[in-house]
């Protein structure tokens, strides 16, 4: 990953530098050596303390580009949450390569799971397609979250294992979790207490 730390109109410090290269040090697991990574620091004047420091970043992966901004008391202050902000996205643009790959059996538990787990049928099909950004978060929160919208299923990004997961409920009550694994075998699934698990 090529790192480019500019000023608008600004000299740039070597310790505000050395700490924009170190925090995007961070997203060198999503990016490759064709990536390109550049921050540009600036001052706006007109603006509040709390918010006259303004971070830009832009990443390009893929020949795609990702742009991120933050507005803060500090340089410092808005790399941090600009680099939060915008790893978050890398992942998710990672990601749909990922899910469009998905295999046909998986793809079929995700149409079985959003029809309720009725029987299969051979004349059933895709009458609609529906996308959406998803954001790495834990399994509790994905569970609440889940929860709060009444839904049968919900996909998201595991922030402790970077997978996709997809809890759904089952007739038993209680929740089960997919986790696809791409190009690998079939795994049979597991309780939470150590059993085999039927879905």
């Given at each position: 990953?090529r790192t480019?730390?500019k000023?608008?109109?600004?000299e740039i410090?070597?310790?505000d530098r050395?700490?924009?290269?170190?925090?995007l040090?961070?997203?060198?697991?999503?990016?490759?050596?064709?990536?390109d990574?550049?921050v540009e620091?600036?001052?706006e004047?007109?603006?509040?303390v709390?918010?006259s420091?303004?971070?830009d970043?832009t990443l390009v992966?893929d020949?795609?580009?990702?742009?991120?901004?933050a507005?803060?008391?500090t340089h410092?202050?808005?790399?941090?949450?600009?680099?939060?902000?915008?790893?978050?996205?890398?992942?998710?643009?990672?990601?749909?390569?990922?899910?469009r790959?998905r295999p046909e059996?998986e793809?079929?538990i995700?149409?079985?799971?959003a029809d309720?787990q009725a029987?299969r049928?051979?004349d059933r099909?895709?009458?609609?397609?529906?996308?959406?950004?998803?954001?790495?978060m834990?399994?509790?929160?994905?569970l609440?979250?889940?929860e709060?919208?009444g839904?049968s299923?919900f996909?998201?990004?595991?922030?402790?294992?970077?997978?996709?997961?997809?809890?759904y409920?089952?007739?038993?009550?209680h929740?089960?979790l997919?986790?696809?694994?791409?190009?690998g075998?079939y795994?049979?699934?597991r309780s939470r207490?150590?059993?085999d698990?039927?879905?």
């Open positions: 990953m480019i730390v000023g608008k109109n600004l410090r070597d310790g050395q700490y924009a290269e170190r925090k040090a961070r997203l060198e697991r999503l990016l490759d050596d064709r990536s990574a550049i620091l600036s001052v004047r007109h603006r509040s709390a918010d420091h303004i971070v970043v992966i020949g795609q580009t990702l742009r991120g901004t507005a803060a008391a410092r202050a808005g790399i941090d949450e600009v680099i939060d902000k915008i790893e978050r996205r890398a992942v998710d643009f990672k990601e749909k390569p990922r899910l790959a059996e793809k079929e995700l149409r079985r799971i309720g029987e049928s051979r099909r895709i009458v609609k397609v529906k996308r959406f950004d998803i954001e790495p834990f399994e509790e929160d994905a609440a979250r889940m709060e919208l839904h299923f996909v998201f990004v595991n922030a402790e294992t970077e997978r996709v997961g997809i809890l409920r089952r007739n038993d009550g929740f089960g997919i986790e696809p694994v791409i190009g075998g795994t049979a699934g207490g150590g059993s698990g039927r879905r």
